[in-house]
């Protein structure tokens, strides 16, 4: 097994990347993907696996100390704990043989004869060149899944100008095992990076997209902005707080004595390898014209009901078409459930005409498992919502 | 809108300069000023900023010679694909980028949106009367190069990508192709990315350049030069 050291994807993988298979990071031209590769190669460093590096693209000098320049971190290629084949390589081999099917051959023997020399554990390859000076099978040709006996896992990076469609062919011609495409959405104010997890062959998982950070080097999975909503008083500031690692609530104190949300609660959490971010809505009618503002860009919506109130279910209904909640992944949470209660789910189902497939949970705010577990519930949603 | 001065007094008077997402191929010559034109175009204005990808040039002969043609450097960024191959732990800056070599499309790319990322957040330095979005003539010296490391099927994919995002950023792009050195069928195939053409030729009198794309515009051949990193037109 082999991990990509990138928490959240390490942990949607279950226990990492089976040995002897093939996995692809697919970029966009112009995201900062790098590092997914970049990553995955200091972990198996790390772990004092032995690596291959083919890299077409650049001298072994220029690879090792952007590397480096990167994370830190040297690339042993001195004590035999890395190899790289690189561009001068490619020239010799580009110079000696003319004919594609040579070339396929001079390659796809170099690399066996590679990994059989240096007992090499994992082959990294930059694909791109590859695959234009053989095209693509005989590009994949080349790399092999085992050695002798010996499985060996490749990881792939390449650079996607085909879109899709590509994608698409590497799926279901089963090229690879893992495919990852890393994406940025480039609007006029840069830049929203996002991956997507489009095949996985060892288990059976959904295809999910995850926005991601660059932080100091590192991959920081991301959910900028989960929406907690309700009807007043059912326990959203209670929720925002038990759920966060830190946040601020803007509370007043209203006619009766109570405290009541005024602007918004703000809530951030590192929760499974994500960073997210809360946003509490004021559940009173009169800040309702705020709302749309509020939920705006939002990745998902936690609704929170109150146990104990079914008459909040109208005004419950009223912030559900309000925040577009049929838009988004939904969570409905029924708070105070602890407490002496007749609302049911059948009940909260119909009240709200909920879709079959949106969950209902019976929590105390009180309790931060509870809160967590929905937590995790809207991430799992936000995590195969084909946004 | 706004608009991008040309410095080809043609283009400005007729049409107040070029419109954002506009790509200008200029087409030149081996030994013309074709290059220094495309620096000239690329030469950022008040409240503009350039960003240069060179294949040619080292950045540090870059900076030189926008020094001594009196560019003001606060505004370019440049994106190095020469240095790294004889330099190879050179470290990025904020203006100056490096990438491992010009076959280097996934580098560049990342490089690429790395500058605009700065230059949006304020990173580079920000002009008195700074305009929003930030407007930026990105500049590629040169295709020629790109096109020795790359298949023409790769670049034009790859290019493709890149004008999409000027023209959503309200860019321009300017590149520079040797029209010597490649058949029709490149020339046609780059020329279907491009809204205007510069044709360039060398006599035994100086350079002239022709425009083509620019409705209303004579398409006859003009004589210039370049002085101190401006263009003039000699007709």
Redesign the interface.
């Known amino acids: 097994m082999i991990r990509t050291g990138i928490t959240g994807i390490d942990e949607m993988l279950g226990s990492g990347i089976p040995r002897g298979t093939r996995v692809v990071f697919s970029?966009?031209?112009?995201?900062?993907?790098?590092l997914f590769t970049y990553r995955t190669l200091a972990t198996v460093l790390r772990e004092k696996k032995k690596v291959l590096i083919v890299s077409?693209?650049?001298?072994m000098?220029?690879?090792?100390?952007?590397f480096s320049?990167l994370l830190n971190m040297q690339i042993p290629v001195r004590d035999g704990g890395a190899v790289i084949l690189d561009?001068t390589m490619r020239e010799t081999i580009n110079s000696r043989e003319k004919k594609v099917n040579f070339r396929k051959n001079a390659w796809k023997n170099l690399i066996q004869d590679t990994i059989k020399k240096y007992s090499i554990d994992v082959l990294f390859v930059?694909f791109?060149?590859l695959y234009?000076d053989l095209g693509l099978e005989r590009a994949l040709d080349v790399l092999p899944a085992t050695v002798g006996e010996k499985k060996i896992t490749t990881v792939v990076?390449h650079?996607n100008?085909?879109g899709d469609s590509l994608i698409a062919r590497f799926a279901s011609e089963n090229m690879f095992d893992l495919i990852i495409s890393v994406h940025?959405a480039?609007?006029?104010?840069?830049?929203f990076n996002f991956f997507t997890l489009e095949y996985v062959s060892w288990s059976r998982m959904p295809r999910r997209s995850i926005p991601y950070s660059i932080t100091n080097h590192n991959i920081c999975l991301y959910i900028p902005k989960i929406i907690i909503t309700g009807p007043a008083s059912s326990g959203k500031s209670t929720f925002v707080s038990n759920a966060s690692d830190r946040g601020i609530s803007v509370d007043r104190g209203d006619l009766d004595g109570y405290r009541t949300t005024v602007a918004m609660d703000l809530g951030w959490l590192h929760f499974h390898g994500f960073d997210i971010t809360i946003f509490g809505t004021p559940g009173q009618p009169r800040f309702d014209p705020i709302l749309p503002q509020l939920v705006r860009n939002a990745m998902g919506i936690i609704l929170i009901l109150d146990a104990t109130r079914p008459d909040t279910l109208m005004r419950a209904r009223e912030l559900l078409m309000l925040s577009h909640a049929n838009k988004l992944p939904l969570v409905v949470t029924v708070n105070k459930s602890d407490l002496p209660h007749q609302m049911d789910e059948v009940m909260i189902r119909q009240g709200l005409k909920l879709r079959d497939d949106v969950p209902v949970f019976f929590i105390s705010s009180l309790k931060r498992s509870d809160v967590h577990f929905v937590v995790e519930s809207m991430i799992d949603r936000i995590t195969r919502h084909p946004y | 809108m706004y608009t991008y001065a040309t410095g080809i007094s043609l283009v400005d008077d007729a049409k107040g300069g070029i419109p954002p997402g506009s790509n200008i191929l200029i087409l030149a010559p081996s030994m013309s000023s074709g290059e220094q034109l495309g620096y000239a175009l690329s030469r950022p204005r008040q409240g503009e900023y350039a960003l240069i990808l060179t294949t040619v040039k080292r950045s540090v002969d870059l900076l030189d010679y926008f020094a001594s043609e009196q560019f003001d450097r606060k505004f370019i960024g440049i994106i190095d694909s020469v240095t790294r191959l004889s330099t190879p732990d050179i470290n990025d800056n904020t203006q100056i980028k490096f990438v491992s070599s010009p076959s280097d499309l996934t580098g560049i790319g990342i490089k690429f949106s790395s500058m605009i990322e700065s230059i949006f957040n304020g990173e580079f330095a920000s002009a008195d009367d700074a305009l929003f979005p930030p407007p930026i003539r990105f500049y590629i010296d040169s295709l020629t190069t790109l096109l020795m490391y790359r298949k023409l099927e790769v670049l034009y994919q790859f290019l493709h990508v890149i004008t999409a995002k000027l023209k959503k950023m309200e860019a321009i792009g300017i590149y520079i192709l040797n029209n010597e050195s490649f058949d029709e069928k490149t020339l046609s195939l780059m020329k279907q990315l491009m809204n205007v053409v510069i044709e360039v030729k060398t006599e035994q009198h100086g350079d002239f350049l022709r425009i083509r794309g620019v409705i209303g515009l004579s398409q006859e051949w003009v004589p210039f030069r370049i002085h101190q990193g401006n263009l003039e037109l000699m007709a």
């Not at chain 1, 970029?27 to 790098?34: F, N």
């Not at chain 1, 000098?61 to 952007?66: G, L, P, T």
Request: glycine share 8%; proline share 9%.
């Open positions: 970029l966009e031209p112009g995201v900062e993907g790098r077409p693209h650049s001298t000098r220029a690879f090792c100390s952007e320049g561009s930059y791109d060149l234009e990076e650079l100008l085909e940025s480039f609007t006029l104010v840069p830049f």
